[in-house]
């Protein structure tokens, strides 16, 4: 990215947020804490009004106003893209406010720039399948979000998975995560009095409380960090013959695969997972066209269920 590039990127930065670090600034761009210093320097003699200071952090100044910016081709198509995604891994709520908002995005396109973003839409599509998206009239994401940013308490009927029973809870919420497909809540249960980690898709009944959170609360980076340490992924590998690929279904890609690799007639499907007795239920829809290559104990687990079946 050249400097001229770079500048017009870290306006738009400091348009975005109400205080931008040097750090933000040099891990987003990739240069020195020195660079900043100039650059910043360079829009303040532009006529950029700019508060703040690499202590305090970056900011406009309150009032500031630039004209609307103009989007480049690939920054719509990437806004089309993610449209999709949001459609089909989130809920009403969510959605709903994405699409305002790309329509807003389209008003202030030029007529060609609309012609061609409108030709490109319908070239991006989505299959419809059944998958543990939030396709519901709730609007988890927005009250979640809501309290999160108004330290209000949520109260919530959650589906435990263990028990498959109704519980009632009260949290303090900390942040939400996507991870396998799934969305996820982290937040203090006031019931419990530890902290849990809740699958937004048994969440049946979800109200912000008037009551605030009072508590300092650890921040989601770090219980992301954690949950990472404490998950250990494992590998495994499976063969297909390549004229069976096309069998197995998308499903794979929600058991961790990562990569394929064909060695002649042959591919092999190499997973991640962190789970070896998922890995396996899902295997049995397809061991009559694949087989398990690593690890040994994957195998031993296929062996248990089939025998389980049989004795049942």
Not at 30 to 58: F, K, N, Q
Not at 109 to 136: C, H, N, W, Y
Not at 183 to 188: A, E, P, R, S, T
Not at 196 to 208: A, N, P
Request: aromatic content about 8%; hydrophobic content about 35%.
């Amino acid at each position: 990215m050249n400097r001229i590039d770079r500048l017009s990127a870290i306006l738009t930065l400091l348009q975005s947020s109400t205080s931008v670090k040097p750090k933000q600034i040099t891990e987003r761009f990739g240069i020195g804490i020195r660079t900043v210093y100039r650059d910043i320097r360079a829009l303040e003699e532009a006529g950029i009004p700019i508060a703040g200071d690499s202590r305090t952090g970056y900011s406009l100044v309150e009032g500031f106003k630039l004209p609307p910016l103009m989007f480049t081709k690939e920054e719509a198509f990437a806004f089309l893209a993610a449209e999709r995604l949001v459609d089909k891994f989130t809920d009403s709520g969510l959605r709903e406010s994405y699409k305002s908002g790309v329509d807003k995005i389209r008003a202030v396109m030029r007529l060609s720039e609309k012609e061609l973003v409108t030709a490109i839409d319908a070239k991006i599509g989505k299959l419809d399948f059944d998958s543990p998206s939030l396709q519901d009239s709730q609007n988890r994401f927005q009250t979640i979000l809501d309290s999160v940013s108004k330290r209000k308490q949520l109260t919530m009927t959650y589906i435990s998975h263990s028990k498959n029973e109704r519980m009632q809870r009260i949290v303090d919420p900390i942040g939400v995560f996507f991870s396998m497909a799934n969305w996820y809540l982290i937040g203090f249960c006031n019931t419990r009095n530890d902290y849990r980690t809740f699958k937004l898709s048994r969440i049946t009944e979800l109200q912000q409380s008037d009551i605030s959170v009072n508590k300092d609360h650890p921040s989601l980076d770090l219980f992301l960090k954690n949950l990472q340490d404490q998950t250990e992924l494992q590998e495994a590998v499976i063969k297909v013959k390549a004229e069976d690929l096309p069998i197995i279904d998308e499903s794979k890609y929600y058991q961790g695969l990562v990569r394929e690799i064909r060695k002649d007639d042959t591919i092999e499907l190499h997973f991640m997972t962190f789970s070896l007795e998922r890995l396996a239920r899902w295997y049995l829809s397809y061991m009559d066209i694949a087989t398990i290559l690593h690890p040994t104990e994957l195998n031993q687990i296929t062996q248990k269920i089939i025998q389980k079946h049989k004795n049942d």
